[in-house]
């Protein structure tokens, strides 16, 4: 497992709900199963969502999701160390290697890269929801 921060910012098409002040912090989490040759990439925004936003960001996710070429945005639950619940808004991607003689590097940094993109574009999508922009940018 290898894990790693990244900062997303807005406003690179000029024509984004983010701008290029709205700067915020990625986590990701690259996990191999080597037995079944699958690269998995998962990529977290760090702040638990608040709880009267749930609703909203499981339809967001809902309506994105079928437009999302790669990967899909999920919403997962956990408890935290006091047991209280919480819910963190991540994007997971895989790539599948086995049968790949070469290039398995180069759809590494592919799988990355595209997902990288397309959680990048899924968040701005979410940013017409000025509920949720506040939430990310907070």
């Not at 990967?71 to 639950?77: A, I, K, V």
């Amino acid at each position: 497992m290898l894990q790693f921060e990244s900062t997303f910012g807005g406003g690179d098409s000029g024509e984004t709900e983010l701008t290029e002040q709205d700067v915020l912090d990625i986590d990701h989490i690259i996990e191999v199963d080597e037995e079944e040759m699958l690269i998995s990439l998962y990529s977290y925004v760090p702040i638990p969502v608040p709880e009267k936003l749930v609703g909203t960001l499981s339809l967001s996710t809902l309506n994105i999701n079928p437009e999302t070429r790669y990967g899909s945005l999920e919403l997962c639950t956990t408890e935290n160390e006091d047991g209280e619940t919480e819910h963190f808004l991540r994007y997971r991607v895989a790539t599948y290697l086995r049968g790949i003689k070469s290039g398995k590097v180069e759809a590494i940094e592919s799988m990355v890269t595209n997902g990288s993109e397309f959680f990048g574009l899924a968040l701005d999508a979410m940013c017409v929801n000025k509920s949720i922009k506040k939430w990310l940018l907070s």
